[in-house]
């Protein structure tokens, strides 16, 4: 409760062309795009999602989803979504860590939307390093090509949310709507759990 308090949250859902939207200004085109917690360093966000991605408390993912709801039934962003597909991580570092962190937070959101949680609707096909210590040029660059979209599925004609814990520069989620956007006719909309302003 304590943590809770002081996180500061974002009110992105007040408004369009907010500051997570603008991450994919001139990169490609989503319909939404919002976040729940300020991501700064040495700030309580920053320790809710080391504990959330290093520690296995997957639950903080649900507590963050629960968080967000009661704003997004409050808004008109989100509607006639189809399914809701996580960033993956690559089968080695999902094996080592034995989860993907935005999982439970995906399928909270997913069970509220009354849709699928495609868990492996996209695939990371290069085991990149940790983009934490990169320049935002050097994480653009780095996630070219690293992500499919999984043959089992097709995406024509679907408006999907695509989740992820944190958005700074958006490098990999605009990697991973890029490779949404090879299907037909698709809408991509994002939610994270935070944001680097």
């Known amino acids: 409760m304590d943590c809770s308090l002081n996180i500061e949250q974002v009110e992105f859902l007040s408004y369009t062309n907010n500051n997570v939207q603008q991450k994919f200004r001139g990169r490609i085109a989503i319909e939404q795009a919002i976040a729940l917690f300020v991501y700064q360093k040495n700030s309580p966000a920053q320790t809710l999602l080391r504990t959330l991605k290093y520690k296995g408390i997957e639950k903080i993912g649900e ?3 629960h968080s967000i709801l009661p704003k997004l039934a409050n808004s008109s962003f989100f509607y006639g979504i189809d399914a809701v597909v996580p960033i993956p991580l690559h089968p080695k570092k999902e094996q080592k860590r034995g989860y993907n962190q935005i999982a439970l937070f995906g399928t909270t959101l997913a069970n509220y939307f009354k849709v699928d949680f495609i868990k492996d ?3 990371k096909i290069d085991n990149n390093k940790s983009q934490t210590t990169n320049t935002k ?11 499919k979209i999984n043959p089992k599925y097709t995406f024509d004609h679907q408006h999907i949310v695509l989740v992820d814990d944190v958005i700074t520069t958006g490098a990999t989620l ?3 709507c890029q490779v949404l956007k090879k299907a037909f006719n698709v809408k991509i909309s994002v939610i994270t ?4 302003p």
Do not use: S
């Not at 040029?137 to 992500?147: I, L, W």
């Not at 759990?193 to 680097?196: K, L, W």
């Open 174 to 176: 605009t990697a991973c």
């Open 137 to 147: 040029d050097e994480r653009f660059y780095n996630v070219q090509n690293a992500y």
């Open 193 to 196: 759990i935070a944001c680097v």
């Open 63 to 65: 507590y963050a989803a």
């Open 121 to 123: 609707g996209l695939i």
